[in-house]
């Protein structure tokens, strides 16, 4: 068994509501790949997220991060780590301020599977 593991160029800043089926099909095209059953494609919660409108205002890191959290697990510095109502043991509950306008935080998406299963729904039309 062969694993090859190939980025996709030229993928846009993702904003809400984008339609990234076809963002996808479009840098898929650009880095002529083909993809065949069994490829499997792997793509960053935050760009799902932003996508989908998870992105809060308002907020400081802090604040964001407690909101998503339902038990902190460890401290140690600056650094919590937290457990997520989805069930996800990480680092500041995943909130992410980078690629961002300023003041903006992304969360992880509700329901990563459900995006997930759409995503693979709209790549196959």
Known sequence: MTLSLTPLKNIPLIRRDDNLADI???????TSLTLEDGDILV?????????????????????????????VVARRGDLTIVETSHGLVLAAAGVDASNVADGSLVLLPTD???SARALRASLQD
């Open 43 to 71: 793509l960053a919660s935050k760009i799902v997220s932003k996508s989908e409108g998870r992105l809060v205002t308002g907020l400081t890191r802090d604040e964001a991060v407690a909101q998503e959290t339902t038990r």
């Open 112 to 114: 990563a599977d459900a």
């Open 24 to 30: 996808i099909v479009h840098a898929i095209q650009e």
